[in-house]
């Protein structure tokens, strides 16, 4: 899994290639984490890349959501995949985070 | 010293060769610089002997030129009678060791050479004779020369067939001086035994076997040392005789009176030798000392073999000592190269070489030892690192038992005198798992079924699902609604869940009576329904995974069972088992596994499905846990089962 990161003035993006599982959440998690402790609690993550996500990467995403959401900051989704979009409802998150198309629509709601 | 590669002898070949080499040449250099000093010092004994000789020659013919040149002079000065003349040959041969014989050529008037009175005197006879013994011929030559030289002269040497001796006559002219006129009065000689001289210069020796010779104007040898040298030869002739241009050359040299040395083969003791010559002023000779070379250097020879043989002596002491001390030295490297040679084959406890210098082999002894020391310590860790994992795996294991007790195994006795059959399958992928699965009686007609799976995996994961599944178990099914137990269930994990771990999970409860199933769905994956032999999924969510998100309401959904009608409850490792290449079961495969054996018992159903999966997976190592329930309902009550 390759992780990219760019900074918007809204928000920071981080673009998710590959797979998300038990072999590499701790990447997602540590570079979320090194962000979230710099003061960036405004983070989109941008999913279009991602082809699959297990439960230890939604894990990550649901951490992120509370810590992000106790410091009064914004954390959402965009992009998701159709597959990704079922794990998301089946699992209930889609009532959860907010979900986007892509990332212009995303920022937007910064 | 173990086998020829060994650094000691490698060592001392080398220092030995090199040490070898520069004896050799220091050898060969002393040489060679001692043997020219020995030719100058040979040289300049030979000039001091040949000055020496010379002024001995000159020392001893002068006492033999005096009288006559005293007696010339009285003679000019005065008239002379015969009688006088008489007396005066007498008086010359008295020095008879010296002399042979003494002569005057008298001429009756000054200048005229057609009448001459000879008087002759040998030493060995007792009067004076009337003849010389010398031709008349060769007295007019002698007079016609001196007449122009008007110097004495001495004769080239000459055997004297009556003796047998070496003879050179010195002759003096005589001009009138009383008249004025200088006309020649005649000439006044003595014969001269060269024998004499040779014996008067033998003293001059200083080694064994080198000359001293002398040679006169012509080339014939004056004084000579006793060998087959033919005195009416010259040396010239001698030269081209025996074919050695070097000497014809030195003859050549000394006859024109010029001083030097010389290296030649010798004709006297066919030796190669070193000569000196300088002429004898007085007389027109020349002399030559020689000295042959081999004995000019015999004493080099013997010092130089001596020298050698003390050298080749001294490098054999030099290369015992040298294989003894590099051996010495060595032993430390070797004792650390058979020590790290045994660390390198594993055993790390060997004993260190005691090694005490401070030099590169002390520095590596103690890096080596270092490096002993470290490797133990991280054995050692490594060792207790390994013995701490067993132990945490043996207590997994232990954990795992414990948690595989939680789950229900019961499946035949529970479903006894009932009109369902039930079975479950569970392998977890570590020795711990996050899935678990749960069936309970919530009354006498109503059964409660359970699947679920913590998000993550390992002790985290299977702690959460311990609690999630008491929690499970401790619901109050009977008075609340299924949909508030979930809600209940899941307040009580949000709970001090810093970690975010969630759990999906699918709650059925079963009226065994109506056949009734109402279900609530908390984010798991939908279950199959196989109705009739037609499969279809039991879609619905009714509310997010348990621990996500407190206080959500869940809600509930309901559908009917028939006879023969089976459910099938999965978790996600089943669609998310994985081949090698790369491939998953999916949803589409696990379809196909529950048709083909959905008329079978649950039991084989479950089997069934497992068995394709490991078919399909064909030794991939298991990723996630691995969870299928089914159950059917309606059949008739299963008959105790023959054991």
């Given at each position: 899994?390759?992780?990219?990161?760019?900074?918007?003035?809204?928000?920071?993006?981080?673009?998710?290639?590959?797979?998300?599982?038990?072999?590499?959440?701790?990447?997602?998690?540590?570079?979320?984490?090194d962000k979230i402790d710099a003061g960036k609690i405004n983070i989109l993550v941008d999913c279009s890349h991602m082809d699959y996500v297990s439960s230890s990467g939604l894990r990550i995403f649901l951490m992120?959501?509370?810590?992000?959401?106790?410091?009064?900051?914004?954390?959402?989704?965009?992009?998701?995949?159709?597959?990704?979009?079922?794990?998301?409802?089946?699992?209930?998150?889609?009532?959860?985070?907010?979900?986007?198309d892509n990332q212009t629509t995303a920022l937007d709601t910064f | 010293m173990k086998s020829r590669n060994s650094l000691a002898f490698k060592l001392s070949l080398i220092i030995l060769s090199v040490v070898l080499?520069?004896?050799?040449?220091?050898?060969?250099?002393?040489?060679?610089?001692?043997?020219?000093?020995?030719?100058?010092?040979?040289?300049?004994?030979?000039?001091?002997?040949?000055?020496?000789?010379?002024?001995?020659?000159?020392?001893?013919?002068?006492?033999?030129?005096?009288?006559?040149?005293?007696?010339?002079?009285?003679?000019?000065?005065?008239?002379?009678?015969?009688?006088?003349?008489?007396?005066?040959?007498?008086?010359?041969?008295?020095?008879?060791?010296?002399?042979?014989?003494?002569?005057?050529?008298?001429?009756?008037?000054?200048?005229?050479?057609?009448?001459?009175?000879?008087?002759?005197?040998?030493?060995?006879?007792?009067?004076?004779?009337?003849?010389?013994?010398?031709?008349?011929?060769?007295?007019?030559?002698?007079?016609?020369?001196?007449?122009?030289?008007?110097?004495?002269?001495?004769?080239?040497?000459?055997?004297?067939?009556?003796?047998?001796?070496?003879?050179?006559?010195?002759?003096?002219?005589?001009?009138?001086?009383?008249?004025?006129?200088?006309?020649?009065?005649?000439?006044?000689?003595?014969?001269?035994?060269?024998?004499?001289?040779?014996?008067?210069?033998?003293?001059?020796?200083?080694?064994?076997?080198?000359?001293?010779?002398?040679?006169?104007?012509?080339?014939?040898?004056?004084?000579?040392?006793?060998?087959?040298?033919?005195?009416?030869?010259?040396?010239?002739?001698?030269?081209?005789?025996?074919?050695?241009?070097?000497?014809?050359?030195?003859?050549?040299?000394?006859?024109?009176?010029?001083?030097?040395?010389?290296?030649?083969?010798?004709?006297?003791?066919?030796?190669?030798?070193?000569?000196?010559?300088?002429?004898?002023?007085?007389?027109?000779?020349?002399?030559?000392?020689?000295?042959?070379?081999?004995?000019?250097?015999?004493?080099?020879?013997?010092?130089?073999?001596?020298?050698?043989?003390?050298?080749?002596?001294?490098?054999?002491?030099?290369?015992?000592?040298?294989?003894?001390?590099?051996?010495?030295?060595?032993?430390?490297?070797?004792?650390?190269?058979?020590?790290?040679?045994?660390?390198?084959?594993?055993?790390?406890?060997?004993?260190?070489?005691?090694?005490?210098?401070?030099?590169?082999?002390?520095?590596?002894?103690?890096?080596?030892?270092?490096?002993?020391?470290?490797?133990?310590?991280?054995?050692?860790?490594?060792?207790?690192?390994?013995?701490?994992?067993?132990?945490?795996?043996?207590?997994?294991?232990?954990?795992?038992?414990?948690?595989?007790?939680?789950?229900?195994?019961?499946?035949?006795?529970?479903?006894?005198?009932?009109?369902?059959?039930?079975?479950?399958?569970?392998?977890?992928?570590?020795?711990?798992?996050?899935?678990?699965?749960?069936?309970?009686?919530?009354?006498?007609?109503?059964?409660?079924?359970?699947?679920?799976?913590?998000?993550?995996?390992?002790?985290?994961?299977?702690?959460?699902?311990?609690?999630?599944?008491?929690?499970?178990?401790?619901?109050?099914?009977?008075?609340?609604?299924?949909?508030?137990?979930?809600?209940?269930?899941?307040?009580?994990?949000?709970?001090?869940?810093d970690n975010s771990y969630f759990i999906t999970t699918f709650f059925g409860v079963l009226d065994l009576v109506s056949g009734d199933l109402v279900f609530c769905n908390a984010g798991h994956n939908y279950p199959?329904?196989?109705?009739?032999?037609?499969?279809?999924?039991?879609?619905?969510?009714?509310?997010?995974?348990?621990?996500?998100?407190?206080?959500?309401?869940?809600?509930?959904?309901?559908?009917?069972?028939?006879?023969?009608?089976?459910?099938?409850?999965?978790?996600?490792?089943?669609?998310?088992?994985?081949?090698?290449?790369?491939?998953?079961?999916?949803?589409?495969?696990?379809?196909?596994?529950?048709?083909?054996?959905?008329?079978?018992?649950?039991?084989?159903?479950?089997?069934?499905?497992?068995?394709?999966?490991?078919?399909?997976?064909?030794?991939?190592?298991?990723?996630?846990?691995?969870?299928?329930?089914?159950?059917?309902?309606?059949?008739?009550?299963?008959?105790?089962?023959?054991?």
């Amino acid at each position: 899994m390759n992780l990219k990161e760019s900074t918007h003035d809204k928000a920071m993006v981080i673009e998710i290639e590959g797979r998300l599982d038990t072999t590499n959440f701790n990447q997602l998690e540590k570079k979320i984490m090194d962000k979230i402790d710099a003061g960036k609690i405004n983070i989109l993550v941008d999913c279009s890349h991602m082809d699959y996500v297990s439960s230890s990467g939604l894990r990550i995403f649901l951490m992120t959501l509370k810590k992000i959401t106790s410091l009064n900051g914004q954390f959402v989704l965009c992009g998701l995949q159709e597959n990704i979009k079922e794990i998301f409802e089946i699992s209930g998150f889609t009532s959860i985070f907010k979900i986007y198309d892509n990332q212009t629509t995303a920022l937007d709601t910064f | 010293m173990k086998s020829r590669n060994s650094l000691a002898f490698k060592l001392s070949l080398i220092i030995l060769s090199v040490v070898l080499f520069i004896f050799a040449v220091i050898v060969f250099f002393n040489f060679k610089v001692s043997q020219s000093l020995l030719v100058e010092d040979a040289k300049k004994d030979a000039q001091y002997i040949t000055k020496l000789t010379i002024s001995q020659i000159q020392d001893a013919l002068g006492t033999v030129e005096e009288p006559v040149i005293i007696l010339s002079h009285f003679i000019t000065d005065n008239e002379m009678n015969s009688n006088q003349l008489r007396e005066i040959v007498d008086l010359m041969v008295i020095n008879s060791d010296r002399i042979l014989s003494s002569f005057i050529y008298y001429f009756r008037k000054p200048g005229d050479t057609t009448r001459v009175r000879h008087y002759y005197r040998q030493a060995s006879e007792s009067k004076t004779e009337r003849k010389i013994d010398v031709p008349e011929p060769v007295l007019k030559r002698w007079v016609e020369q001196l007449n122009i030289s008007r110097k004495p002269y001495w004769s080239e040497p000459r055997l004297n067939e009556k003796t047998n001796q070496l003879t050179s006559r010195y002759i003096v002219p005589m001009f009138d001086t009383m008249q004025g006129n200088a006309k020649m009065l005649g000439l006044i000689a003595i014969e001269f035994k060269l024998k004499w001289l040779r014996e008067v210069l033998q003293k001059n020796k200083i080694y064994d076997s080198d000359y001293i010779f002398v040679i006169s104007k012509e080339g014939r040898p004056v004084v000579i040392p006793d060998t087959s040298f033919k005195f009416n030869k010259t040396i010239l002739q001698r030269a081209k005789e025996v074919n050695n241009p070097e000497m014809y050359e030195l003859g050549q040299k000394m006859i024109a009176g010029e001083s030097g040395s010389f290296e030649t083969i010798d004709i006297i003791d066919n030796k190669r030798s070193v000569i000196y010559y300088e002429p004898v002023p007085s007389t027109d000779w020349s002399v030559g000392v020689a000295f042959p070379k081999n004995e000019l250097f015999k004493q080099l020879y013997r010092t130089t073999f001596v020298l050698g043989g003390v050298g080749l002596i001294g490098f054999i002491l030099i290369l015992i000592f040298t294989i003894l001390i590099l051996k010495r030295q060595t032993k430390p490297l070797r004792e650390l190269s058979a020590a790290a040679k045994e660390i390198g084959q594993g055993k790390f406890d060997v004993e260190m070489p005691v090694i005490h210098t401070q030099d590169e082999v002390g520095i590596l002894k103690d890096s080596l030892q270092n490096m002993q020391d470290e490797l133990k310590s991280y054995i050692k860790n490594l060792v207790n690192t390994i013995k701490e994992k067993e132990r945490i795996e043996g207590e997994l294991q232990v954990a795992q038992q414990i948690q595989m007790g939680y789950l229900r195994r019961d499946f035949d006795a529970f479903a006894e005198n009932k009109n369902f059959a039930l079975s479950a399958f569970l392998k977890p992928a570590r020795e711990v798992g996050g899935d678990f699965y749960d069936y309970f009686k919530i009354s006498e007609d109503k059964i409660c079924l359970a699947i679920g799976d913590v998000a993550g995996k390992g002790v985290p994961a299977a702690l959460f699902m311990t609690v999630a599944l008491t929690l499970i178990r401790s619901g109050n099914y009977s008075q609340s609604s299924l949909a508030n137990v979930v809600g209940k269930i899941n307040n009580q994990l949000c709970k001090r869940n810093d970690n975010s771990y969630f759990i999906t999970t699918f709650f059925g409860v079963l009226d065994l009576v109506s056949g009734d199933l109402v279900f609530c769905n908390a984010g798991h994956n939908y279950p199959y329904l196989v109705k009739q032999s037609e499969l279809f999924e039991v879609q619905g969510t009714h509310g997010a995974a348990l621990g996500v998100l407190d206080e959500i309401k869940y809600k509930t959904g309901k559908i009917k069972l028939e006879a023969d009608d089976l459910i099938v409850l999965y978790t996600d490792g089943i669609t998310d088992a994985e081949n090698k290449q790369a491939q998953f079961f999916d949803k589409n495969r696990l379809e196909e596994a529950i048709r083909l054996h959905a008329l079978k018992e649950p039991a084989d159903i479950t089997r069934g499905v497992y068995q394709q999966i490991r078919k399909f997976t064909d030794g991939e190592p298991q990723s996630d846990d691995l969870t299928i329930i089914a159950l059917k309902f309606g059949t008739e009550t299963n008959k105790k089962k023959e054991s």
